[in-house]
């Protein structure tokens, strides 16, 4: 069967016979350093610390790669790195594809990354959700071919008999954990990525649904995709299905290569796996004997790189080394708590001494892999042959001063040490699970010209997020519904409350009271944007993290879609009030009010969501803001009264305009309104000149509901920046 193999030229590929595939993620020097606090003789003092610390390795294609260790090792940090969740600049090192140079933005259209915490909604049932995916992902294709592709996934993904449960949360019964897991999975790589990228996937899940997730995620890897995982504590079976491990410990790279060697790694360190127990936990609890000593897990990391022993700790019994003490290593420094490396410093011994160990041992990379499998596909054997290569070079360490992030190299290990080329795996082509189920092959000069950046256009961004908006508003009809009868019952109390005003002073102050308390009700509906929107930006932030839709019309769809709910609202208030309490001047008008009043205090406590961390604080800097606003619309104070240092806050105050507005189209009249204390008549004019309000001019109304809209704009405007450059999800 002919192939065509991308710019390579074309390749024979017979299927049944191992062929080689020029496929995986290989990666040199990572580096990753932050600035932490600690206290040096009583005072505070800056203190670098390398979460990661040149890591060198690879992640080969076909195969699931397993990032582990113990606590604090940094397998999240190192996912996080790969998969260009780190800032630009603060990551240091390289990172190439195929062999070929990639970029953090070719990262992140290429390739999915699964948190540990499902974000979806719970609402939706499992079709749903992952057909919206596929709207989003898969671009403007036939609206069959996406039901077809999201049939084939629930299927592979085992979730058919869920296929129309809701996603559900704490207060709606839904799927299960392992089920809303796979779900999760199966919203990220509804559009073929070529690298999976996941974190803790069965984390909070019990063995069988864990051992379910991994085996879905081992299908999706045999398709053809570079996966990559954290795990904490794999159970037995768990293993079996993992390919390649990657073992960190202090943001060091203590072992790398596939399970089945584990053993023998530690046989060559001196340690003695019992029978029974598993060699990667017995790995892990080795290193974390060195890491809670005074020597530390840095001549584990020397031994995983040059294949130096380690030094025997103080309580390691004799009999269980199997390899004499190497002279060739001399340690010297201490190791505190707190993983600030002492001092530190590796002799080799000269090169008549280094030609006696064999520095190809610790290059699992330089073997290669053949794949055989039963005509099931389900038994998969790794064979490996251990190359016997002797080095006469002194062993070198250097750090790459690589200025930005992810430029390729060719040559990703210093000094003499063999570079890891995935490609140096062969695979057997008949293991592939449906190759082109999950991904359509593409040539690999295709691949890396990157194309458009979104898979749909700006509109049909929208129109999808607009759709799936209605459908979660249809589904919870209490967000809605609680604005609206909230609205209502206070509609009907003010108009049995203010009914039939006095002509007098006091009836005049009545109806300064209701027009205030309104502008202030219309602000106080809002708040409950606060918790709905911060529930949603996690699901948001997942989303466009890569690329699935724009800022810009995640911004403009939710606006739209409330159009209409937030006019019922309006209207609903106004027709109840208009009639009750015989206000003056025009209804539309009154309405527009009330309408615009509500779109600028929406947009602002939509604003202030978006830059709190949690509901608590949202609702904390809502109420101080309406507060504030309350104190300076010109109700307690007019605008004229206002100190001028604080007349600011006036022209700030969301309050001001539509009291203002409210009062001009109640009072812009000669008629008489009640007589003061002398007996003269109070006219609707002459209140606005006490009050200090332009009336003379009848535009100066629609100039307060042009402000107004104003407002709403711009408070959307700073809701997409803070959107498009501050929520992302990130390390610094």
Same mark, same amino acid.
């Given at each position: 069967?002919?192939?065509?193999?991308?710019?390579?030229?074309?390749?024979?590929?017979?299927?049944?016979?191992?062929?080689?595939?020029?496929?995986?993620?290989?990666?040199?020097?990572?580096?990753?350093?932050?600035?932490?606090?600690?206290?040096?003789?009583?005072?505070?003092?800056?203190?670098?610390?390398?979460?990661?610390?040149?890591?060198?390795?690879?992640?080969?294609?076909?195969?699931?790669?397993?990032?582990?260790?113990?606590?604090?090792?940094?397998?999240?940090?190192?996912?996080?790195?790969?998969?260009?969740?780190?800032?630009?600049?603060?990551?240091?090192?390289?990172?190439?594809?195929?062999?070929?140079?990639?970029?953090?933005?070719?990262?992140?259209? &290429?390739?999915?990354?699964?948190?540990?915490?499902?974000?979806?909604?719970?609402?939706?049932?499992?079709?749903?959700?992952?057909?919206?995916?596929?709207?989003?992902?898969?671009?403007?294709?036939?609206?069959?071919?996406?039901?077809?592709?999201?049939?084939?996934?629930?299927?592979?993904?085992?979730?058919?008999?869920?296929?129309?449960?809701?996603?559900?949360?704490?207060?709606?019964?839904?799927?299960?954990?392992?089920?809303?897991?796979?779900?999760?999975?199966?919203?990220?790589?509804?559009?073929?990525?070529?690298?999976?990228?996941?974190?803790?996937?069965?984390?909070?899940?019990?063995?069988?649904?864990?051992?379910?997730?991994?085996? +879905?995620?081992?299908?999706?890897?045999?398709?053809?995709?570079?996966?990559?995982?954290?795990?904490?504590?794999?159970?037995?079976?768990?293993?079996?299905?993992?390919?390649?491990?990657?073992?960190?410990?202090?943001?060091?790279?203590?072992?790398?290569?596939?399970?089945?060697?584990?053993?023998?790694?530690?046989?060559?360190?001196?340690?003695?796996?019992?029978?029974?127990?598993?060699?990667?936990?017995?790995?892990?609890?080795?290193?974390?004997?060195?890491?809670?000593?005074?020597?530390?897990?840095?001549?584990?990391?020397?031994?995983?790189?040059?294949?130096?022993?380690?030094?025997?700790?103080?309580?390691?019994?004799?009999?269980? &080394?199997?390899?004499?003490?190497?002279?060739?290593?001399?340690?010297?420094?201490?190791?505190?708590?707190?993983?600030?490396?002492?001092?530190?410093?590796?002799?080799?011994?000269?090169?008549?001494?280094?030609?006696?160990?064999?520095?190809?041992?610790?290059? !699992?990379?330089?073997?290669?892999?053949?794949?055989?499998?039963?005509?099931?596909?389900?038994?998969?054997?790794?064979?490996?042959?251990?190359?016997?290569?002797?080095?006469?070079?002194?062993?070198?360490?250097?750090?790459?001063?690589? !200025?930005?992030?992810?430029?390729?190299?060719?040559?990703?290990?210093?000094?003499?040490?063999? &570079?890891?080329?995935?490609?140096?795996?062969?695979?057997?082509?008949?293991?592939?699970?449906?190759?082109?189920?999950?991904?359509?092959?593409?040539?690999?000069?295709?691949?890396?010209?990157?194309?458009?950046?979104?898979?749909?256009?700006?509109?049909?961004?929208?129109?999808?997020?607009?759709?799936?908006?209605?459908?979660?508003?249809?589904?919870?009809?209490?967000?809605?519904?609680?604005?609206?009868?909230?609205?209502?019952?206070?509609?009907?109390?003010?108009?049995?409350?203010?009914?039939?005003?006095?002509?007098?002073?006091?009836?005049?102050?009545?109806?300064?009271?209701?027009?205030?308390?309104?502008?202030?009700?219309?602000?106080?509906?809002?708040?409950?944007?606060?918790?709905?929107?911060?529930?949603?930006?996690?699901?948001?932030?997942?989303?466009?993290?890569?690329?699935?839709?724009?800022?810009?019309?995640?911004?403009?769809?939710?606006?739209? &879609?409330?159009?209409?709910?937030?006019?019922?609202?309006?209207?609903?208030?106004?027709?109840?009030?208009?009639?009750?309490?015989?206000?003056?001047?025009?209804?539309?008008?009154?309405?527009?009010?009330?309408?615009?009043?509500?779109?600028?205090?929406?947009?602002?406590?939509?604003?202030?969501?978006?830059?709190?961390?949690?509901?608590?604080?949202?609702?904390?800097?809502?109420?101080?803001?309406?507060?504030?606003?309350?104190?300076?619309?010109?109700?307690?104070?007019?605008?004229?009264?206002?100190?001028?240092?604080?007349?600011?806050?006036? +022209?700030?105050?969301?309050?001001?305009?539509?009291?203002?507005?409210?009062?001009?189209?109640?009072?812009?009249?000669?008629?008489?309104?009640? +007589?003061?204390?002398?007996?003269?008549?109070?006219?609707?004019?002459?209140?606005?000149?006490?009050?200090?309000?332009?009336?003379?001019?009848?535009?100066?109304?629609?100039?307060?509901?042009?402000?107004?809209?104003?407002?709403?704009?711009?408070?959307?405007?700073?809701?997409?920046?803070?959107?498009?450059?501050?929520?992302?999800?990130?390390?610094?």
């Amino acid at each position: 069967m002919r192939r065509p193999n991308g710019n390579r030229g074309d390749a024979v590929i017979d299927i049944g016979k191992p062929v080689s595939i020029m496929g995986g993620l290989e990666f040199s020097n990572l580096t990753y350093t932050v600035v932490t606090k600690k206290e040096v003789n009583g005072t505070l003092a800056n203190q670098e610390v390398d979460l990661l610390n040149r890591i060198t390795g690879y992640a080969p294609k076909g195969c699931i790669t397993a990032v582990m260790g113990p606590s604090g090792a940094g397998k999240s940090t190192l996912l996080d790195g790969l998969a260009g969740r780190i800032a630009s600049g603060s990551l240091k090192g390289r990172v190439s594809m195929d062999g070929v140079d990639i970029s953090a933005s070719y990262i992140k259209r &290429t390739s999915a990354y699964i948190m540990q915490d499902d974000r979806l909604f719970p609402m939706l049932t499992v079709y749903e959700t992952l057909m919206f995916a596929a709207d989003f992902r898969l671009g403007p294709i036939s609206t069959s071919d996406k039901k077809q592709r999201v049939e084939m996934l629930i299927e592979q993904l085992g979730l058919s008999t869920t296929r129309n449960t809701y996603i559900g949360d704490e207060g709606t019964r839904g799927v299960s954990g392992g089920e809303r897991r796979r779900v999760s999975i199966g919203v990220d790589i509804i559009h073929g990525p070529s690298l999976l990228f996941l974190d803790e996937p069965t984390s909070g899940l019990d063995s069988t649904s864990a051992h379910s997730v991994i085996e +879905k995620v081992h299908d999706i890897a045999r398709s053809g995709s570079i996966v990559i995982l954290t795990i904490h504590q794999p159970s037995y079976r768990i293993q079996l299905l993992l390919d390649h491990l990657i073992i960190l410990a202090r943001g060091q790279l203590m072992y790398q290569g596939p399970p089945k060697d584990v053993g023998l790694h530690l046989s060559r360190m001196g340690r003695k796996v019992s029978n029974g127990e598993s060699p990667i936990e017995f790995l892990i609890d080795v290193i974390q004997e060195y890491d809670q000593s005074e020597v530390g897990v840095e001549p584990l990391a020397d031994f995983a790189l040059t294949g130096l022993k380690p030094p025997p700790l103080a309580d390691e019994e004799a009999s269980l &080394t199997t390899v004499a003490p190497s002279p060739a290593l001399a340690w010297q420094g201490r190791r505190d708590r707190t993983g600030e490396r002492g001092g530190r410093r590796l002799h080799l011994e000269a090169d008549a001494q280094d030609k006696e160990f064999d520095h190809s041992l610790r290059s !699992p990379w330089n073997n290669s892999r053949s794949w055989s499998a039963s005509h099931s596909g389900v038994a998969h054997m790794l064979r490996l042959t251990p190359s016997r290569q002797r080095s006469n070079q002194k062993t070198e360490i250097s750090l790459s001063s690589s !200025p930005g992030y992810y430029t390729s190299s060719n040559d990703i290990l210093a000094g003499g040490t063999p &570079t890891p080329h995935s490609s140096d795996y062969t695979v057997n082509e008949n293991d592939y699970l449906t190759p082109n189920n999950l991904a359509p092959a593409v040539a690999a000069h295709h691949r890396y010209h990157l194309g458009p950046k979104f898979a749909n256009s700006f509109f049909s961004e929208i129109w999808v997020l607009m759709r799936r908006n209605f459908t979660n508003i249809y589904r919870t009809p209490e967000l809605f519904l609680s604005r609206l009868v909230v609205l209502t019952v206070m509609g009907f109390m003010m108009a049995t409350m203010f009914k039939n005003p006095k002509h007098n002073l006091q009836g005049i102050t009545n109806r300064l009271s209701f027009f205030i308390f309104t502008v202030c009700l219309f602000f106080f509906s809002s708040n409950d944007a606060v918790p709905a929107f911060i529930q949603e930006r996690f699901i948001f932030v997942r989303e466009t993290s890569h690329n699935a839709y724009r800022a810009s019309s995640y911004t403009l769809a939710g606006l739209i &879609t409330y159009l209409p709910f937030l006019a019922l609202q309006a209207g609903v208030y106004a027709g109840i009030v208009w009639k009750a309490l015989r206000l003056r001047g025009s209804f539309p008008y009154f309405f527009v009010v009330l309408y615009a009043s509500l779109l600028s205090t929406n947009s602002f406590v939509v604003f202030v969501s978006s830059v709190v961390p949690n509901y608590i604080l949202g609702y904390a800097a809502v109420i101080a803001f309406t507060a504030l606003f309350f104190l300076f619309c010109g109700y307690f104070l007019n605008s004229h009264d206002i100190p001028l240092y604080w007349k600011w806050m006036n +022209k700030i105050s969301t309050m001001t305009y539509p009291y203002e507005g409210l009062l001009m189209n109640q009072f812009q009249t000669p008629e008489s309104f009640g +007589k003061n204390q002398i007996g003269e008549d109070v006219t609707g004019t002459g209140i606005l000149t006490q009050l200090h309000i332009d009336h003379e001019n009848e535009s100066e109304k629609w100039r307060k509901v042009l402000i107004m809209l104003g407002w709403a704009v711009l408070y959307r405007v700073l809701f997409y920046l803070i959107l498009r450059f501050a929520s992302k999800n990130q390390r610094t």
